[in-house]
C-alpha cells in the first residue's frame, strides 16, 4: 500500500471516522457485524426516511450524502485507504480477461443462436458478441429475450466441449481460450497480492454483514418494529417514536391496470394522471408508497383500498401500513445489493468470497430471533415470493453474477436450489408473478447445462425430486378411480397451469443425453423414470369419453387441460426413450418394469373366440361404441417407443431378459391404442356426433404436428409392433372384430346380413374404408427409424415429399406441417433436406417464395400418407391428377410408392398382405364391386384395396422378403381374375374415376409374374390377351388423332373461303368504302376503318382560349339505382368523400400541431404545407336525399345497437363517418356534383386583351384606392381590419378614379365578368344545401371546431383543401412517373373535378364581401410595396398555388354589382380562364421562380445540362437571352446575398424549367377541371413515351396560354420590380442565413423551405433487422428514470422512437389518457400514424384515438416472409418494395381507408384498445 495514503487518525469527516474505528477494531479482533448494523441504525432513517405529507411521486433522497455516509465507508474499510478506486483498478488487473461474457439480458434484448455451430438452441449471444464473432456469417435465429434470468454464453468454458458448441465457442472479444488449460492459478483468493491479502478478511465481514442486513430487512414483516439492534436508541431517549407512516401498495397479477388507477383515484383522492404513474410504478417496481402521513391516515388510506379491490369476490390487493424507519432500510438495502453488484465484478476474488458466505450457515440474525440452522442462500431462496418485484430481480442478478458464472459455485448453487426445489415451485404456484421474476426461472441456467444436469441426477436424484413435486400438484385433480380428471374452475387450472413449469425443468434436465453412464446415474434415472411411470399412469385413460346415443350431450366437457398436458409431456416422453436407448442395460430394466405395469390395465378384460377362413382367435371383447374409450394413452405409447428400441440391441420381445410376471401379450399391446383408432373410425363415420365439440377437439390436436408424434404415430408404431409379433390371419380378426365388421367378412353378408337402415349402411361403409386405411397404413407407413430401414432424415424428407404434392408452400406453411421441433434433432437441418428435394421459386413480383417439389419425387407420393387429413388427401390427389393430365401421361392416377425395407423385427408385418384372411378380404370387395345390387360397395373401399394390392406387388417385386408369394396367392384365389372383370365388364362406369390405377395394378401384377417368372399355364395367353387390348387401346388413339387432324383441315378450309368471299364483297363494293371513309387505317386488318380527326393544341387560359368540352354527364344512383342527368336544377347527385387532416406534405416536422386551430388563419397557406386538409372520395355517385335517408338509418341503426355490444368501430356516426354503400370505403362527407357550362355561348363581349403590365398596374391601382376610399366611410379608428374589407366600396366606383390609360381595359374585364353570371335558372335547393354542408363538413373536420357559419374561414378552407389536394396527387403521380392526365386513376379525376367545380361555382354558397375581403388582402400583400414589407410572412413563407386559387376562385367577386351579391344562389359560375387568369398564372409564376432562386444553392445548377447548340434550337432558336441571368442576379442582390455564384444562362433555364414544373402540374390539372378545356394531346395519349422535363414545360405553359421564354414571362418591368420586392422583405435574409435572433418577433420561426418540395419518404430503416433491433435495446423509457422500455415503437414518418403500449408514457389529450403512438401522432401525423413495432416486428397503422390496425413489415427473410412477433427468428432484411407500398398507403392518404378495411374484415381487431398503443 506503498503508492496509497493510509487513512490518518486526525481526520474529523465521519466517513473516514467510521472507517478508522473499524479498522482499529478489526485489527484488535473485535469488530463484528452488529457494528456496521450500530451504524446503519443512526445513520440510515436521517437519509432514506419519507418526509410526512410528502409528495409520494417525488419522493427524494441525498443520494451523493447517503454514498459518502453509508457506502464510502465500506469500501475504505474493504481497501483500507482512502481512494478504494485505485486497490479495486489494481485487483481487476490481476485477474485474466474473462473467457465469459455473462451479460445478463434485459426485457426485450436480442439474443442469438447459431445454427450451424451450435448444438443447444438454448445458448445464446448478446448483441456485442454476436456482431464479433463468426457466427453473424452463419445460418442463425433472432429472438427476444424475456429477461430476468438469462445471459451470455459466449465463452462459457463449461459448455464448450461438446454440450454447446461445435466451433466457435468464442467471439473475438472473450477469445481467451488459451487460458482454459492453465489450472495452476485455479483459486482466484491465491491471485490477490500478499500486500493486499487483508483485503480478504475485511471483504469477507463486509459481505456478511450486507447479505444478512439485506436479508433480514427485506423479509422484515413487523411493519411497525425495527429489529432490536437497528432501532436508534439515541433517539428514542430524546423523543418519542416519530409517528410518520407510509400506506405500501403492492403489485398482484390479479387486478388491472384500471382497477388500480380507479382505486387509487378514489381512495387517495389523486387525479387519473398521478393515479395511473402510482399503477407503473407498482407494475414496474413491485411496489409504490401511494400515502405519507400520520399511522391513522395510513390505515384508513389501507382500509379504503381494501374495500374497493375486494369487490365482486375478488381477493384484495396487498397493502401494508409501515413505518418510514422501516421504509428507509429497506431503500438502503437496495442500495446495498447495487454496491454489491458492482463490487463482485472487479476481481474474480469478491465473488468466491461473496460465494463462500452465502454458502455459510454462520447467519447473523437480530437478537431474539432463532439462528436458521441453513445457508443463507436457501434462506434467501425460499423468502423469494416474500420479496416485491424490484427486490427479487436484484437478488436473482447478484445470484447469476455472483454464482452461476463459476462451474463450481453454479453446483453448489444446483444443489441447494434441488433441495428446496419442492418448497420454492409450490411458492410459485401459489404465488401470482410472472414465472420470469420468481427464483425458479434460474432453473434454466442450471438445467440447460448437460454435465451439471446429469450430475444433479446422479446426485440430488433431480427426475424424482421433479416429478414429485408435480404429482403433489396432480393429486388435487385426481377422481375417484385414480385418474386425472380436471373442472372447470378457472382458477384451479390457472394454478395448475403455473405447475407445468416443473415439466420445463425435466425437460431441460433431460435435453442431453449421457454419453457415458454410471451406476450412480443409472439407478436414480430408473427411480425417476419409475415415478413418470406413476404419473402416466394417472393420465392413462383421463377424460374418457362414452358415445351418446340418445340426445345430445347437455355440458361440454373439459378437455383443454388434458390436452394441454400432453403438449408439454410429449417431448419429455421422448427424451425419456432417448435416454434409455443410449444404454442397453437401462433399456432391458425400464422395458421389465414398463411392461408389468402396462400388463394391469388389459389383464382383467374378457375374451371371446371368431372365427374367419379356418382362423380361430381368442379376441378381448370390449365394445368401443358402447363402453369408455380415450385419446390419452401416454403410458402406452411410452412401452411402444421402448419396444422400438430393441433394435438397434438386435433384442427380441419374447427373450429371457422380459420373462416378467403378467407380461402382455402381443394382443394386449396393441388393444387400447386400437379402440382408439377405432373410436376415431366410428367418429369419423358420424356415429360420435351427440358427444359435442369436446370430442372434436380432442381428435384434432390427437392428429395435429404438436402431439401427432407422441399420440397417433405411436399409437401406429404400437399396432405395427403387434402385427409384427402376431400371426397374420389372426391379427386381422382382432381388429376386425374391434371394428364390429367380422360380420361384413362374411360371403353371404349382401343376401343374409343386409339391413335397410340408411344410417346403419353409411356407417358400415365408413367403417370397411377406415379398416382398409388402417391396415394400408400398418403395412406401408415404414418411414420411422427402427421400423423401416431408413434414418430421420429420410422421414423428414418423406413428409417434404408428401406436402408439397399438394401444392407449392411457403418455407414457414411447410416448416408447420413437418414435425415439432421437440422431436427434431438441433443438428438436424431441415433446410437441407428441403433443398435436397424441393425447388425454391423467388416470385417477380413483391410476394412470398415457394417451394416447389423436384419432379423427380413426384414418384414418391402416396394418396394415403397416414398425416394427411381427409381435405389434405383430396387437395394431393386432385393436383398430383391434374399435373400428369398436364403431362400427358397414359395412366392418370396415382399408385402407391415402392415403400423401404422393414428393419428386420417388423420384417413379419410382410405377411399381413398375403395371408388368407387379407386375401378374403380382397376378394370380398372386388366381389362387391362387381355385382351392381352390392350395397356395401364404396368407390374408396376399391381404391383402398388397389393400393394394398400395390404394395403386395411392390414388396414380392422387391424380393426381400422370403417365401412371400402374394402374386400367386392372388392368381390361386382368383382376385387376378376379379380385377380383370372389372376393368372388362359394364361396371367400368361404377369405377370409372379408378380405372387408370386398376390398369397400373394390372400391368404391375405382370411385371411382377415376369420378374418372378412363374409358371402360370395361361400365362402367354393372359400376355396376348393384355396386348391385345393395349393394341386396341393404341389403335383407338390413333383414330382420334386422324380425327382431330381432319377436322383441322376442314376448319381451315372453312376459314378460307369466308375469308375469300370477304374480299370479293369489298371489291365489288369499292366505291361504297371510298365514299363513305376518306381516311383508312393502314392496319393489316381488312375491317379497320378508323378515321383520325386533324389534332387541335387546346389552351384552357386566356384570351386564346380553345379546345373546351362539355358534355352531358349522366350517373345512376347506387342505392335506388335510378340514372339521371347532372343539373343545376334537379335532383343532386353527390359523391361519398373522405375529409382528413394531413401533414403528409409537411417539409417541416419540427413545428408539430396545436390541439387548438381555432386562431388559425388559411388565407397565407406557409410553404411548408406543415399541415393541410385533404379530400378523397371512392366515385360512387348517390343522389342527395337517397344518401340522406343513408346516413339517417346507419345513424339510427347504431344508436339503437346495445352499449354492451359496442359501436361499429370501422366508422364513428358521431364524426358523421360512414361506409359507402357499394365499395365500403370510409366517408365522412359528400361532395355535390356540379355540371360544366359552356362560357363561351354567353360570351358576346370583347375579351379583355389587357397585357401584364398594364393589368398588374391597374390592380395596383385598384387595391390603392380601395383603401383610399376607407377613410371616407363612416368607419370607428378601433374598426377590426377584416371588417373594413368587407364594407369596402363597389369596384365601378373605383375605376372612375383610375388613370384612363388602364381604365378601358379593367372596363372590359369587368364586363367580361357580369356577363359570365348565369342567371337563367336558379340553382335547386338541394344543391345548394349539400354545398353549404360540404363546406361546413370541411371547416369543421379540418380545424377540428364546431360549426360556424359566420365564420370567414369557411370559403378559405375549401381553397386550402383544393391546393392541398391539388398537390398530394401532383406528388404521387411524380413519384410513379406518371403523367398529369392520362395516368389520373378514376377516383383522383372524378375527386378533382368535383371538388374544382365547387370552388369554381362556391360564389353561390360563399359570402360576397367575404370573398372581397380575401382577395385584395391577397392582392395588397403581393402588389402594393408597404403591405408586403410590413406583412410578416415573407415570400419563402407562403405556398404558391394556395395564393393562385384564392386569387383565381375571389377576384369575380370584385366585379359583382350589389344587386348580384343580394341573389347569388342563382350565380354559377364565375371563373373564366380569362386573361386575369391567366396573368394571375404569369404572376405566381415568378413568385415561384424567386421562391426557387433563393432557397436552391447554386452547387444545384448542373455543370453541362445538355449539348448547347441541341438547347440553343429546341429551346430559343436563336442566341441565347440573357434576361433571366440578370434576372437571377437582380433577386440575390435583393434578398441580401453579397457572395453568391451565378450560373450560366442555360444551366439556370434548364434548372427553373425542371423545377416549376410541380407548379405547373398543379395548376394545368386546377384549370383543366375549371375550364373543361381538354388536355394536351401528348398527355392524353397516353403513350410509353417519355417526355423531356423542357418538353413538358413547353406543353404546360402551351396549355396555359403562357410562353415557354422567360424573356417574356419575365419583360414586364412591373413584374420584375415586384419580384424584387418580394426578395427584400426583411424575413427573407433572415430565412436565409437561418438566423434566430429574431424568433420573437416573427410569426414563425426561420426555417429554409427549399422549393420546389422534393417527395416525402418514409424514415430509412437499415437494410439488417438486427440492426434495428440492437439500435434500440438500450432504449430507455423517457418518463421511468432509465427503465428500459418494453415496446420501442418507431415512428415511420419522422423517425421518432417512442414507448409503446405503457402507462408509463400516457398523456392527456383532449380530456382522454392515450398511449404515446396515439398521442404522437396527433402532433405528427395529424392524427394518423405509421409506426414499426420493432421487438413485435409489425407495422401499426393509427387513425384518431380509437382505430387502428397491424399489417405485415417490411422486413423479410430469406424465404420471402414476414415474421411477425419474430416466432421463427430466421435473419430478416429490408424488402425494398413492401416498404414501398407502405410509402404509398401514406403518400396517398390511405391510412384511414386500410384500418377501416382491416376492421371491417376481422372481429378480433375491434376489441383492442388501440387508444393506449
Given at each position: ?1561 398543379s395548376v394545368a390539372l386546377f384549370f383543366h377541371f375549371l375550364t373543361n378545356v381538354s388536355p394536351p394531346q401528348k398527355f392524353k395519349d397516353n403513350s410509353n413515351q417519355s417526355v423531356t422535363p423542357v418538353e413538358e414545360f413547353d406543353i404546360l405553359c402551351h396549355y396555359l396560354g403562357l410562353s415557354s421564354k422567360f424573356s417574356v414571362l419575365l419583360e414586364s418591368t412591373s413584374l420584375r420590380q415586384l419580384a424584387l420586392i418580394w426578395a427584400r422583405h426583411p424575413r427573407v435574409n433572415v430565412i436565409i442565413n437561418e438566423k434566430s435572433d429574431l424568433d420573437s418577433l416573427l410569426e414563425f420561426k426561420p426555417k429554409l423551405i427549399v422549393q420546389p418540395h422534393s417527395l416525402n419518404y418514409l424514415v430509412r430503416l437499415p437494410n439488417d433487422y438486427s440492426d434495428l433491433i440492437n439500435s434500440v ?141
Amino acid at each position: 500500500m506503498c503508492d496509497n495514503e493510509l487513512i490518518s487518525s486526525s481526520m474529523t469527516h465521519i466517513c473516514d471516522e467510521f472507517s478508522q474505528q473499524w479498522l482499529k477494531r478489526h485489527e484488535s479482533r473485535v469488530l463484528a457485524v452488529k457494528d456496521f448494523r450500530q451504524h446503519w441504525a443512526q445513520t440510515v432513517p436521517k437519509l432514506y426516511s419519507p418526509a410526512i405529507d410528502s409528495d409520494c411521486l417525488n419522493i427524494q433522497f441525498n443520494e451523493i450524502e447517503a454514498k459518502n455516509q453509508l457506502i464510502a465507508p465500506l469500501e475504505r474499510f474493504m481497501t483500507g485507504v482512502r481512494t478504494p478506486q485505485t486497490i479495486f483498478s489494481r485487483l481487476n488487473k490481476t485477474d485474466d480477461p474473462p473467457t465469459l461474457c455473462g451479460r445478463i439480458f434485459k426485457a426485450g434484448e436480442p439474443t442469438y443462436s447459431c445454427c450451424d455451430c451450435g448444438l443447444d438452441p438454448l445458448c445464446v449471444l448478446c448483441v456485442d458478441c454476436f456482431r464479433n464473432s463468426n457466427h453473424k456469417n452463419h445460418r442463425y435465429k433472432m429472438s427476444t429475450s424475456s429477461g430476468g434470468s438469462g445471459f451470455c454464453d459466449c465463452g462459457d468454458k463449461d459448455r464448450i466441449i461438446s454440450e454447446a458448441w461445435k466451433s466457435n465457442p468464442f467471439c473475438d472479444i472473450h477469445n481467451q481460450s488459451n487460458n482454459l488449460m492453465d489450472n495452476e492459478m485455479n483459486d482466484p483468493l491465491k491471485k490477490i497480492p500478499p500486500e493486499l491479502s487483508d483485503i480478504i478478511d475485511r471483504t469477507r465481514l463486509v459481505f456478511k454483514a450486507v447479505l444478512c442486513y439485506c436479508f433480514e430487512i427485506l423479509t422484515w414483516n413487523q411493519n411497525l418494529d425495527l429489529p432490536e439492534d437497528l432501532i436508534n436508541r439515541e433517539e428514542d431517549t430524546i423523543a418519542e417514536k416519530d409517528d410518520t407512516h407510509v400506506t405500501m401498495l403492492f403489485n398482484d397479477e390479479i387486478h388491472t391496470y384500471e382497477q388500480v388507477i380507479n382505486t387509487l383515484s378514489r381512495a387517495i383522492d389523486c387525479l387519473p394522471k398521478e393515479a395511473t404513474e402510482y399503477a407503473t410504478i407498482i407494475d414496474r417496481e413491485g411496489r409504490s408508497i401511494v400515502k405519507c402521513s400520520t399511522l391513522q391516515v395510513c390505515n384508513q388510506v389501507k382500509v379504503n383500498i381494501e374495500k374497493i379491490t375486494s369487490r365482486h369476490g375478488s381477493k384484495p390487493v396487498r397493502v401494508d401500513v409501515m413505518h418510514t424507519s422501516i421504509v428507509a432500510h429497506q431503500t438502503f438495502a437496495t442500495r446495498l445489493l447495487s454496491w454489491l453488484h458492482e463490487i463482485i465484478n472487479y476481481c474474480e476474488a469478491f465473488r468466491c468470497i461473496l460465494v463462500e458466505v452465502l454458502m455459510s450457515k454462520d447467519v447473523y440474525i437480530s437478537e431474539g430471533i432463532t439462528s436458521p440452522d441453513s445457508p443463507l442462500l436457501e434462506l434467501i431462496m425460499c423468502a423469494d415470493t416474500q420479496l416485491w418485484k424490484f427486490m427479487r430481480n436484484q437478488w436473482h442478478q447478484l445470484f447469476i453474477s455472483g454464482l452461476l458464472m463459476d462451474s463450481r459455485s453454479k453446483k453448489e448453487f444446483a444443489k441447494v436450489f434441488i433441495r428446496n426445489y419442492g418448497h420454492l415451485m409450490n411458492d410459485f404456484i401459489l404465488d401470482d408473478h410472472d414465472h420470469s421474476i420468481s427464483i425458479t426461472s434460474l432453473s434454466l441456467q442450471l438445467f440447460t447445462v448437460p454435465s451439471l444436469a446429469q450430475t444433479l441426477i446422479a446426485e440430488e436424484n433431480v427426475i424424482v425430486v421433479l416429478l414429485k413435486t408435480f404429482l403433489n400438484e396432480c393429486g388435487r385433480h385426481r377422481n375417484h378411480d385414480g385418474k386425472l380428471a380436471f373442472e372447470r374452475n378457472q382458477s384451479a387450472i390457472t394454478t395448475f397451469r403455473r405447475s407445468h413449469y416443473i415439466l420445463f425443468d425435466l425437460k431441460y434436465i433431460l435435453s442431453a443425453k449421457p454419453s457415458e453412464w454410471t451406476d450412480d446415474l443409472r439407478k436414480n434415472f430408473l427411480l425417476g423414470l419409475n415415478t413418470l411411470v406413476d404419473m402416466l399412469k394417472w393420465m392413462q385413460g383421463m377424460d374418457a369419453v362414452v358415445r351418446q346415443v340418445g340426445q345430445h350431450v347437455e355440458f361440454e366437457a373439459e378437455w383443454e387441460t388434458g390436452v394441454n398436458l400432453q403438449l408439454r409431456l410429449a417431448p419429455i416422453v421422448g427424451l425419456v426413450i432417448e435416454w434409455c436407448s443410449s444404454d442397453r442395460s437401462t433399456l432391458i430394466k425400464a422395458l421389465r418394469y414398463t411392461l408389468k405395469e402396462l400388463a394391469e390395465f388389459i389383464s382383467s378384460c374378457p375374451s371371446n373366440e371368431w372365427e374367419l377362413c379356418g382362423y380361430h382367435a381368442n379376441c378381448l371383447d370390449y365394445d368401443v361404441s358402447s363402453l369408455p374409450v380415450t385419446i390419452h394413452l401416454p403410458f402406452s405409447r411410452l412401452v411402444a417407443g421402448l419396444l422400438l428400441q430393441l433394435g438397434k440391441y438386435d433384442l427380441n420381445y419374447n427373450e429371457r431378459n422380459f420373462i416378467v410376471d403378467k407380461k402382455p401379450t402381443p394382443i394386449q399391446l396393441i388393444e387400447l391404442p386400437l379402440r382408439t383408432q377405432v373410436m376415431i373410425a366410428q367418429f369419423r363415420a358420424g356415429m360420435w356426433r351427440r358427444n359435442g365439440y369436446s370430442l372434436v377437439n380432442q381428435v384434432y390436436f390427437y392428429h395435429s404436428v404438436k402431439l401427432r408424434d407422441e399420440m397417433y404415430d405411436r399409437d401406429i408404431l404400437m399396432l405395427q409392433i403387434g402385427a409384427a409379433r402376431c400371426e397374420p390371419n389372426e391379427y386381422l380378426i382382432h381388429i376386425l372384430n374391434k371394428f364390429n365388421l367380422l360380420f361384413w367378412s362374411q360371403d353371404n353378408y349382401e343376401s343374409v346380413n343386409r339391413k335397410p337402415e340408411e344410417d346403419f349402411v353409411r356407417q358400415t361403409i365408413s367403417l370397411v374404408e377406415e379398416f382398409l386405411g388402417l391396415i394400408l397404413i400398418i403395412i406401408s407407413e415404414r418411414f420411422v427409424p427402427g421400423v423401416g430401414k431408413v434414418k430421420h432424415d429420410d422421414r423428414i424428407k418423406k413428409e417434404i415429399i408428401q406436402w408439397l404434392s399438394m401444392s407449392p408452400m411457403t418455407h414457414s406453411e411447410l416448416v408447420k406441417y413437418l414435425l415439432s421441433k421437440e422431436t427434431t434433432p438441433y443438428n438436424c437441418s431441415i433446410e437441407d433436406i428441403i433443398k435436397e428435394v424441393a425447388i425454391f421459386k423467388r416470385p417477380t413480383t413483391p410476394t412470398t417464395g415457394k417451394y416447389e417439389l423436384k419432379p423427380e419425387y413426384y414418384k414418391d407420393f402416396n394418396t394415403f400418407f397416414y398425416h394427411y387429413s381427409r381435405q389434405d388427401q383430396s387437395c394431393a390427389e386432385e393436383s398430383q391428377m391434374k399435373r400428369k393430365k398436364q403431362n400427358g401421361e397414359e395412366l392418370i392416377c396415382c399408385p402407391p410408392p415402392i415403400p423401404p425395407d422393414f428393419a428386420p423385427q417388423f420384417s413379419s408385418i410382410s405377411y399381413v398382405i398375403d395371408c388368407d384372411v387379407m386375401l378374403h378380404l380382397i376378394e370380398a370387395v372386388l366381389k362387391r364391386t362387381c355385382n351392381l345390387h352390392a350395397i356395401s360397395f364404396s368407390e374408396t373401399q376399391f381404391e383402398k384395396v388397389l393400393h394394398i394390392i400395390g404394395v403386395g406387388l411392390h414388396e414380392e417385386a422387391k424380393g426381400s422378403v422370403p417365401n412371400f408369394m402374394f402374386s400367386k396367392k392372388c392368381i390361386d384365389k382368383g382376385i387376378y381374375q376379379l380385377l380383370e372383370e372389372c376393368l372388362n365388364r359394364p361396371i367400368v362406369s361404377r369405377i370409372d374415376i379408378h380405372k387408370d390405377l386398376l390398369k397400373w395394378t394390372l400391368k404391375r401384377f405382370n411385371e411382377v409374374l415376369q420378374i418372378k417368372k412363374a409358371e402360370f399355364v395361361a400365362k402367354d395367353q393372359r400376355d396376348k390377351e393384355i396386348g391385345d387390348k393395349s393394341e386396341n387401346l393404341s389403335k383407338g388413339k390413333i383414330d382420334r388423332q386422324k380425327s382431330a387432324e381432319m377436322a383441322a383441315k376442314r376448319r381451315d378450309r372453312i376459314m378460307a373461303q369466308m375469308t375469300a368471299m370477304q374480299k370479293n364483297f369489298i371489291a365489288e363494293h369499292k366505291d361504297f368504302f371510298n365514299d363513305c371513309q376518306p381516311s383508312v387505317s393502314n392496319s393489316n386488318s381488312l375491317m379497320d376503318l378508323t378515321y383520325e380527326p386533324p389534332v387541335i393544341e387546346s389552351i384552357a387560359v386566356g384570351e386564346n382560349q380553345k379546345g373546351k368540352c362539355i358534355t352531358n354527364e349522366r350517373h345512376t344512383c347506387i342505392l335506388c339505382r335510378e340514372e339521371q342527368e347532372v343539373s343545376i336544377t334537379g335532383r343532386c347527385l353527390v359523391l361519398s368523400a373522405f375529409i382528413q387532416r394531413s401533414t403528409v406534405l409537411s417539409k417541416n416536422r419540427e413545428r408539430k400541431l396545436g390541439s387548438d386551430d381555432d386562431n388559425m388563419n388559411p388565407l397565407f397557406v406557409t410553404s411548408d404545407l406543415n399541415f393541410g386538409p385533404h379530400i378523397s372520395t371512392c366515385g360512387h355517385v348517390m343522389h342527395a336525399d337517397c344518401w340522406q335517408n343513408f346516413f339517417d338509418s346507419v345513424l339510427a341503426k347504431e344508436r339503437r345497437r346495445p352499449i354492451r355490444y359496442g359501436r361499429h368501430v370501422s366508422f364513428d356516426v358521431d364524426k358523421h363517418e360512414f361506409l359507402c354503400p357499394l365499395c365500403v370505403c370510409l366517408s365522412n362527407s359528400v361532395i355535390p356534383i356540379i355540371p360544366a357550362i359552356d362560357n363561351e355561348v354567353k360570351n358576346k363581349t370583347k375579351k379583355s386583351d389587357i397585357s401584364l403590365t398594364n393589368w398588374l398596374i391597374g390592380l395596383h391601382a385598384i387595391v390603392e384606392k380601395d383603401i383610399l376610399f376607407c377613410t371616407e366611410s363612416s368607419i370607428n379608428e378601433n374598426s377590426d381590419e377584416k371588417y373594413i374589407y368587407r364594407i369596402l366600396p363597389h369596384l365601378k366606383d373605383i375605376l372612375a378614379n383610375v388613370p384612363n390609360e388602364f381604365k378601358e381595359y379593367l372596363e372590359n374585364l369587368f364586363d367580361e365578368y357580369q356577363d359570365n353570371v348565369v342567371k337563367n335558372e336558379e340553382l335547386s335547393q338541394s344543391l345548394l344545401d349539400v354545398m353549404k354542408h360540404f363546406a361546413q363538413d370541411v371547416y369543421t373536420t379540418s380545424l377540428l371546431v364546431n360549426p360556424n357559419s359566420e365564420d370567414e374561414r369557411i370559403s378559405l378552407m375549401i381553397y386550402w383543401s383544393c391546393s392541398y389536394t391539388l398537390q398530394s396527387i401532383e406528388r404521387m403521380l411524380r413519384l410513379e412517373e406518371k403523367t398529369i392526365f392520362a395516368d389520373l386513376s378514376s377516383r383522383k379525376y372524378n375527386c378533382l373535378k368535383a371538388l374544382v367545380r365547387y370552388i369554381g361555382s362556391s360564389i353561390a354558397v360563399f359570402n360576397g364581401p367575404i370573398m372581397k375581403s380575401h382577395c385584395i388582402k391577397i392582392m395588397r400583400y403581393l402588389l402594393v410595396n408597404d403591405c408586403h414589407i410590413t406583412n410578416n410572412n415573407c415570400c419563402l413563407d407562403l405556398d404558391a398555388l394556395s395564393l393562385l386559387i384564392s386569387l383565381v376562385i375571389t377576384t369575380p367577386s370584385l366585379f359583382l354589382l350589389d344587386t348580384d351579391s343580394q341573389c347569388n344562389n342563382k350565380l354559377y359560375s364565375m371563373s373564366l380562364g380569362n386573361v386575369s387568369d391567366k396573368h394571375y398564372i404569369n404572376l405566381m409564376i415568378v413568385f415561384n421562380i424567386v421562391q426557387i432562386i433563393l432557397t436552391q444553392s447554386p452547387d444545384n445548377y448542373t455543370e453541362e445540362p445538355m449539348e448547347v447548340e441541341e438547347f440553343d434550337t429546341s429551346s430559343t432558336g436563336q442566341s441565347v437571352n440573357r434576361t433571366i441571368q440578370s434576372f437571377y442576379s437582380e433577386i440575390m442582390i435583393a434578398s441580401g446575398q453579397s457572395n453568391y455564384k451565378v450560373p450560366n444562362v442555360l444551366q439556370i433555364e434548364l434548372f427553373l424549367k425542371t423545377n416549376l414544373l410541380p407548379f405547373l402540374r398543379s395548376v394545368a390539372l386546377f384549370f383543366h377541371f375549371l375550364t373543361n378545356v381538354s388536355p394536351p394531346q401528348k398527355f392524353k395519349d397516353n403513350s410509353n413515351q417519355s417526355v423531356t422535363p423542357v418538353e413538358e414545360f413547353d406543353i404546360l405553359c402551351h396549355y396555359l396560354g403562357l410562353s415557354s421564354k422567360f424573356s417574356v414571362l419575365l419583360e414586364s418591368t412591373s413584374l420584375r420590380q415586384l419580384a424584387l420586392i418580394w426578395a427584400r422583405h426583411p424575413r427573407v435574409n433572415v430565412i436565409i442565413n437561418e438566423k434566430s435572433d429574431l424568433d420573437s418577433l416573427l410569426e414563425f420561426k426561420p426555417k429554409l423551405i427549399v422549393q420546389p418540395h422534393s417527395l416525402n419518404y418514409l424514415v430509412r430503416l437499415p437494410n439488417d433487422y438486427s440492426d434495428l433491433i440492437n439500435s434500440v435495446s438500450q432504449f430507455t423509457c423517457p418518463n421511468s428514470d432509465g427503465n428500459d422500455s418494453r415496446s420501442p415503437t418507431m415512428c415511420l414518418i419522422c423517425g421518432t422512437i417512442l414507448c409503446s403500449h405503457s402507462y408509463c408514457c400516457q398523456n392527456d389529450l383532449e380530456g382522454t389518457m392515450v398511449g404515446s403512438c396515439t398521442w404522437h401522432s396527433h402532433f405528427c401525423g395529424a392524427g394518423q400514424g405509421m409506426f414499426l413495432r420493432i421487438r413485435d416486428c409489425k407495422i401499426l397503422l393509427l387513425a384518431g384515438k380509437t382505430k387502428g390496425c397491424y399489417l405485415a413489415p417490411p422486413y423479410i427473410d430469406e424465404y420471402g416472409e414476414t415474421d411477425q412477433g419474430l416466432i421463427r427468428g430466421n435473419p430478416l432484411h429490408l424488402c425494398e418494395s413492401s416498404y414501398a407500398k407502405l410509402h404509398k398507403i401514406w403518400l396517398r392518404h390511405g391510412i384511414p381507408e386500410q384500418i377501416a378495411h382491416a376492421l371491417e374484415t376481422s372481429s378480433n381487431l375491434a376489441a383492442f384498445n388501440w387508444q393506449l398503443l
